[in-house]
């Protein structure tokens, strides 16, 4: 990668480097060029004014560090240092002529992280994306840099919601004097008007004002605002789905004292677009135990009877394991969405969904999934958890939506990467 110029934000990232100030906090817009800056004005910190120290890189995870920080940054043209990353330590040596210092990785979220952080004496932290991080993390983190007297601790992050802790705790806190650097799209400067634009139709919403805006404002109200004002945007009718499909898979919520059984069948068309031809919803009251797997196989020969299509695989809520281990695998196609769950958090749900409708990415089948377009035009935000997750308190029924999130959750990291910008 190469660096020609820095905006004028980006330059006060570097201004910060060589400030008296300790904090830095740069939030704001996704890809505005926060991350890879200040990434290079830390080392470059670091290595102007320390000899065999010690510093701490920090991600979500060690990995998403390595992804986010270690990647591009060891791809950065014409650095005046040389970079040595030990896998097996986790720690990155950068050497300039005589001089050298050790960067280690952690992350927040990786318990490891926290019993290695506590032993070590840090003269520089860097918080990527702190917002995803444990405060407990944090505070540890910087516990380590209490004995350096020219200590500097950098965060960067995209905005959540107003009561989330490091809104309150540092960006607001007059107790913690900081540095405060807010990033907007245009401040990165390899982004052009194309870019900006395309960014700006993907993120609705809240996520618009978050990602695009930058505000720290509350995920509150329907979740998905421009699908339940005009559903019918988004339905298709059955004779114009793609010839082709790359896919279909099915999802299976099951049902217990509140909630109903649910099914969805979802496809990719062979044009990378989502489809839902099917869903359904049936009351718990309605079956009895041999009902259940009789009810899922019902559901998915009519899809593959009515669409002419062959469904690959079903997965199910993994929350009843005596029902899922009486089920009689047909076809061998149950499979326990456990195993899958992890690659879609709930906090990633809404923004991935909304992201693949603005895209015009995603769409029903017109007639065929009734109860899921309900699901979706209701849904709203829990204002109590300050990530923007849907509202699973038992006050409205959300299980034809769960069963739509197991049907895309083999293929999430695939729609994640079809969105990106
Ligand atoms: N001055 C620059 N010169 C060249 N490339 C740049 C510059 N600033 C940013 N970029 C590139 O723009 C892209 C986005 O930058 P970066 O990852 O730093 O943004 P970010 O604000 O951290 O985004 P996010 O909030 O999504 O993590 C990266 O590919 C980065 O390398
Ligand atoms: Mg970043």
């Known amino acids: 990668m190469q660096i ?7 330059g006060e990232i570097l ?33 102007s004014k320390f000899d065999r120290t010690n510093f701490a890189i920090c991600g979500k995870t060690v990995s998403n560090a390595e992804r986010n920080i270690l990647r591009p940054f060891e791809q950065i043209e014409g650095l005046p240092f040389t970079l040595k990353y030990k896998v097996s330590t986790r720690m990155l040596t950068i050497k300039c002529g005589k001089k050298q210092n050790y960067f280690y990785f952690f992350g927040g979220k990786d318990e490891s992280s ?43 992050c995209n905005p959540e919601g107003p009561n989330h802790w490091f809104y309150k705790d540092w960006l607001t806190n007059p107790k913690k004097p900081k540095t405060h650097i807010h990033f907007l799209m245009r401040d990165n400067p390899i982004l052009g008007d194309e870019e900006i634009n395309r960014a700006e139709t993907l993120y609705t919403g ?33 004779d114009k789905l793609p010839k082709k ?19 969805s069948a979802f496809a990719q068309g062979a044009d990378g677009k989502i489809y839902g031809i099917r869903s359904k919803k049936i009351q718990a009251v309605d079956l009895r135990p041999q009902d259940v797997d009789n009810k899922a196989k019902e559901f998915i020969t009519g899809v593959e009877k009515d669409f002419n299509v062959y469904v690959e695989k079903c997965f199910i809520d993994d929350s009843y394991y005596t029902i899922i281990n009486s089920l009689n695998d047909w076809r061998y196609m149950f499979n326990n969405a456990a195993c899958i769950k992890n690659n ?45 997750i849907i509202l699973d308190d038992g006050s409205m029924q959300i299980d034809t939506l769960d069963s739509m999130w197991y049907a895309l959750a083999d293929d999430w990291l695939y729609l994640n990467r079809a969105v990106m910008i």
């Open 344 to 388: 879609m958090p709930l906090a990633d749900r809404p923004l991935l969904l909304s992201k693949l409708m603005a895209s015009g990415k995603f769409f029903l089948v017109k007639g065929e999934c009734d109860d899921l377009a309900d699901e979706l035009s209701n849904a709203v935000f829990d204002k109590k958890s300050d990530k923007a």
């Open 245 to 263: 499909f790359n896919w279909v898979k099915a999802g299976y919520d099951l049902g217990g004292n509140k909630s109903a059984y649910a099914l």
């Open 4 to 10: 020609d110029e820095f905006s004028k934000k980006q």
């Open 15 to 47: 201004k910060f480097a060589y400030s008296d100030s300790e904090n830095l906090i740069c939030d704001g817009a996704v890809r505005s060029g926060k991350t890879v800056v200040m990434t290079l004005a830390f080392a470059l910190w670091a290595m």
């Open 206 to 238: 809240v996520f618009y004002e978050r990602y695009i805006l930058g505000r720290w404002v509350a995920a509150e109200g329907i979740v998905f605002p421009e699908f339940a004002g005009n559903p019918e945007k988004y339905m298709i009718s059955a």
């Open 114 to 156: 926290y019993a290695l952080i506590q032993g070590i004496t840090l003269a520089g932290v860097l918080f990527d994306e702190v917002a995803l991080m444990p405060q407990s993390f944090v505070d540890q983190a910087i516990a380590r840099t209490l004995s350096f007297k020219n200590a500097k601790i950098w965060f960067n």
